[in-house]
């Protein structure tokens, strides 16, 4: 009998993939964690702290109202985008008029960068030139600030991000729609099921791993934002929109901050694990 | 129970006729069939009396009742799917309560009802799965349930039986047949299968692209096909045809190609005779019986023989048609030979070989 070989050509195949894995997100996270529990200077390592870091950071109020912001941001932006999502899907599932020009003009949003995403909703909201606040303004209608007033400054931000991520929650839900079996809403409109209950009980448990999986990525994508938030708010006014993400990227690029940042990116990090892992309980789910 | 009335029903998508002048009767207690080939319009007639689908053209009548722009729910109809429907995230129990549910009924009540059809059709022990925990069976069983605990007026069936095993519906098919006689509820059930047809329907109406070929009883449709589609349609093998032209001689009338002829009575062939042109047999292969004898109609060639276990199907050549007969299972016949075969005279069809519709039946004179 000939020895059995070790098969080495499948390892070869993958090694480009395992080397890029390691280089582009292993290594980093890893140094991310060196660096979280030593001192930094500009862009040097100084000693080992422990998890003084840490410490600083949870003791810190402006860091706990960035996570609070955070999970408003997120609440907010994931909740409306899968409302609007659905209930857009709900619409283009039907056989309206213009359906693919109407699919078509809600994803172009999803593909414009955030920066300019950003710029064109200061446009609109600039008090003293856009469209907004002069519409409101021919109508009598008092002037109208939201990028500078600390309470509606979250919402605009919330609704920026609604209208540019709105297509994905959308796009998915439309396609678990359409692979929702016809006979199943033919079976309940013979046996007299109303609309309400068919939603209810047809429509929304079948989309249940759909739905799980938008929350999810959403989730994911709205907590590591940076781009939108930062040219639409700079995480103001007064920090009422300084979400976590933000002041990760400010602490490490605007103040030099790299074992504080390192320490808030690993927080990050933890939270984005615990949905990541909720994600593919729900993938799990649906196998 | 309830009749159910279509009067010259049609349906249009565009410039495409689905279903054209329809005209059918379904009587109370009755079970009918739709049969015909896939996308003859049998799916569509169910749908369009089940409400899912409105009528471009005539109208649907439920116990005299017009149903126009009445809702399915309300037209006291319980509908059975080929792929069941059920719904996949509720048990057995929740899917046969759901649609209790929706005319809220009290839970007792729903509990009472859902027990006695679950006892009725043996599915008792499967009330907490899930469909996907079930056999196609017992899928096909709940699904029926789900039809009975409404107490409809009218069932109707798009091809139930269609995704089992062969042996499963042979199972199911007399299972729906003990069903209708203990409900004697009007029954309407669409198959592309005629064994289905012939085994389960009081009448059977044949479709053929959207247009009505011949309603009536297994037995007429079997012996009296009013056109050659439905004599090629009905019949697990089919008829044969033969295209013959006629013959007169001082002996008799005959219908003749190559070896074959068949003799028909003097009352036939006058108006055979008067219409001119070639005609064309039906011969079921039951009645080409194959063997020797003083009776012998017509000697040919076998192409291939073909042993079922119970008997055993002939192929012959006859010119340039292959004739299907029948041999008992012990006989041994083998390609090539050259065997005699036995017309059942009295059962032979004449079809009109221009339009395909009937002529005569052999003896009937008609």
Redesign the interface.
């Known amino acids: 009998m000939r020895a059995a070989r070790i098969p080495f050509t499948p390892y070869l195949l993958i090694l480009p993939a395992i080397v890029l894995v390691f280089v582009v997100a292993l290594y980093p996270m890893a140094y991310a964690l060196h660096l979280s529990v030593h001192t930094s200077e500009l862009m040097t390592t100084g000693a080992f702290v422990g998890l003084a870091n840490y410490r600083a950071l949870l003791s810190d109020p402006g860091t706990l109202w960035s996570f609070a912001a955070s999970v408003i941001f997120v609440a907010g932006s994931v909740g409306l985008a899968i409302l609007f999502g659905l209930s857009l899907a709900l619409l283009l599932n039907e056989k309206v008029r213009f359906r693919t020009a109407f699919r078509a003009s809600i994803l172009v949003p999803w593909i414009v960068s955030q920066v300019v995403a950003a710029m064109v909703w200061r446009w609109l909201l600039n008090a003293d030139y856009g469209p907004v606040a002069s519409g409101l303004l021919n109508l009598g209608l008092p002037r109208l600030d939201p990028l500078s007033e600390p309470r509606l400054a979250m919402w605009v931000l919330i609704l920026a991000n609604v209208w540019r991520s709105v297509a994905f929650p959308m796009v998915l839900l439309l396609a678990a729609l359409q692979g929702i079996p016809e006979n199943l809403y033919r079976a309940a409109r013979v046996d007299g099921i109303p609309w309400s209950m068919t939603f209810r009980h047809i429509t929304l448990p079948m989309l249940r791993p759909t739905l799980l999986v938008c929350v999810v990525i959403l989730s994911l994508s709205d907590f590591n934002i940076v781009a939108l938030p930062l040219v639409l708010t700079g995480g103001g006014p007064l920090d009422a929109t300084d979400l976590a993400s933000l002041r990760l990227y400010r602490e490490a690029f605007s103040d030099y901050q790299i074992g504080t940042a390192s320490a808030l990116a690993i927080l990050l990090f933890l939270v984005n694990a615990v949905l990541t892992a909720a994600y593919l309980r729900s993938m799990r789910a649906r196998t | 129970m309830a009749q159910i009335e279509l009067r010259n029903v049609g349906l249009r998508y565009g410039e495409q006729t689905v279903l054209s002048g329809l005209t059918l009767n379904v009587e109370e207690g009755e079970f009918l069939t739709l049969l015909g080939p896939s996308g003859c319009g049998k799916s569509t007639t169910l749908n369009l009396i089940?409400?899912?689908l409105e009528p471009t053209s005539g109208e649907v009548l439920i116990d005299g009742r017009p149903m126009a722009g009445v809702?399915?729910?309300?037209r006291r109809?319980?509908?059975v799917?080929?792929?069941y429907?059920l719904?996949?995230?509720?048990t057995v129990y929740e899917n046969l309560s759901?649609?209790l549910?929706?005319?809220k009924l009290s839970e007792s009540a729903i509990r009472d009802k859902i027990a006695g059809v679950a006892q009725a059709l043996a599915i008792t022990a499967l009330l907490e799965r899930l469909p996907k925990a079930l056999s196609g069976g017992q899928r096909q069983r709940v699904a029926l349930g789900?039809a009975l605990v409404?107490d409809p007026g009218v069932f109707?069936m798009d091809e139930p039986l269609s995704n089992l095993d062969a042996r499963l519906r042979v199972a199911m098919r007399a299972e729906l047949k003990r069903l209708h006689q203990q409900l004697c509820t009007t029954m309407v059930y669409v198959t592309h299968d005629q064994a289905e047809a012939m085994t389960l329907s009081d009448r059977i109406a044949v479709l053929r692209d959207g247009v009505l070929q011949q309603v009536g009883t297994p037995r007429e449709i079997y012996q009296r096909p009013v056109n050659q589609f439905v004599a090629g349609f009905i019949g697990s093998l089919g008829m044969n045809f033969l295209t013959c032209h006629l013959e007169q001689d001082p002996t008799g009338t005959f219908l003749r190609q190559d070896t074959f002829a068949l003799r028909v009575p003097a009352s036939v062939a006058q108006r055979l005779v008067q219409q001119g042109g070639d005609f064309v047999v039906g011969l079921r292969p039951e009645h080409v019986v194959i063997g020797e004898g003083v009776d012998v109609d017509l000697r040919a060639n076998v192409e291939v023989v073909e042993y079922l276990g119970s008997e055993t199907l002939i192929h012959l050549r006859v010119g340039d048609t292959v004739l299907v007969g029948k041999a008992p299972a012990e006989t041994l016949i083998v390609p090539g030979q050259h065997v005699g075969a036995c017309i059942a005279h009295a059962s032979a069809c004449i079809f009109d070989a221009a339009n395909g519709g009937l002529l005569a039946t052999d003896t009937d004179g008609t």
Do not use: E, K, S, W
């Open positions: 089940a409400g899912l809702a399915p729910r309300d109809v319980a509908m799917f080929q792929d429907a719904y996949p995230h509720m759901f649609p549910r929706a005319i789900r409404r109707l």
